[in-house]
């Protein structure tokens, strides 16, 4: 499976940066999957709804499907937090993964980069960095992308993963 990634601290743009990514690659005949850390709890679930009192109940997993979508919520319950490698394997086959976040996991990454946000670049210190999308020009020795070149990012990242 082809992974590329969006990294960057807080505040840098990589939701936005992922989303329009979504959209040009899908956009160009692609499918498209997408895997984005949280670094806090996080639930898809809704107080009260039947699903999340199966959870509540004790349920280690809960399978929810309609007309329009599965969504599979697994506990934890002090489990450590499975490996990158073991999501990916959950995924159905597609052409692209584009994974949010993961900084410190080796796959590619191209780096999300606001000025405004006061954090230092990452891709000099981080060689799985592999170019910079930034609203501000930079001298790199990766290839720097306007942050808002949605296309440009997506050719590189389409070259880089042979698409």
């Known amino acids: 499976m082809r992974v590329y990634g969006v990294t960057g601290w807080k505040n840098a743009g990589k939701t936005g940066l992922v989303e329009r990514l979504v959209t040009e690659i899908t956009g160009r005949g692609f499918s498209v999957s997408t895997v984005k850390h949280a670094h806090h709890a996080v639930d898809v679930d809704q107080t009260g709804t039947d699903s999340f009192r199966h959870r509540e109940a004790g349920a280690s997993e809960v399978l929810l499907a309609s007309g329009k979508r599965i969504a599979v919520m697994q506990e934890l319950?002090?489990?450590p937090e499975p490996p990158l490698a073991d999501l990916l394997a959950r995924l159905l086959p597609v052409d692209l993964v584009l994974i949010e976040g993961f900084k410190r996991e080796s796959h590619p990454?191209?780096?999300?980069?606001?000025a405004e946000a006061g954090n230092a670049l990452m891709a000099p210190e981080n060689s799985t960095i592999r170019?910079?999308?930034?609203?501000t020009p930079l001298q790199l020795q990766v290839p720097v992308f306007d942050l808002d070149n949605t296309a440009a990012v997506a050719d590189f990242i389409l070259k880089e993963v042979g698409l």
Do not use: M, P, Q
Not at 109 to 114: H, T
């Open 77 to 79: 319950r002090g489990a």
């Open 109 to 114: 990454k191209v780096e999300a980069f606001r």
């Open 131 to 135: 170019a910079v999308a930034s609203d």
